[in-house]
């Protein structure tokens, strides 16, 4: 059974940067799309950022672009999101999704969100002014 657990959150000003984690526990294989999404309070879920667990072409939201950056390490099963210049619109509880089996397109239509089996129970990022 694949559990992905978020860390990293945390309080910040704006400006500031924040590195968030997710490790990943149980088999789990490269090629499989995994990505980091937001949701603050009373708005929907927002895709961030997307990347191919063992690969390096990562897909951003416009908010994110320029900003923050996705990356992975298949070797020790975590994958990172590092956030910089960070804004209070960017307050959001975290979260990391990965799907159930490789090979699955994997490029900026995935930031909707649908159709990923494995969620954390995300980290909270809070921005002030």
């Known amino acids: 059974q694949v559990q992905l657990v978020e860390s990293g959150g945390g309080s910040v000003q704006a400006g500031g940067s924040l590195r968030l984690s997710c490790a990943v526990s149980?088999?789990?294989?490269?090629?499989?799309?995994m990505g980091w999404f937001r949701q603050a309070p009373g708005k929907e879920r927002e895709g961030v950022a997307i990347i191919r667990f063992g690969a390096t072409t990562p897909y951003y939201a416009d908010s994110a672009k320029g900003r923050f950056a996705i990356s992975q390490d298949n070797g020790k099963q975590m994958m990172y999101l590092v956030m910089g210049s960070l804004k209070p619109e960017d307050t959001a509880m975290y979260y990391c999704a990965a799907d159930r089996f490789p090979g699955a397109l994997c490029g900026v239509t995935r930031l909707a969100g649908a159709d990923f089996s494995y969620w954390g129970q995300g980290t909270q990022v809070t921005v002030s002014s």
């Open positions: 149980g088999a789990f294989y490269t090629g499989r799309c």
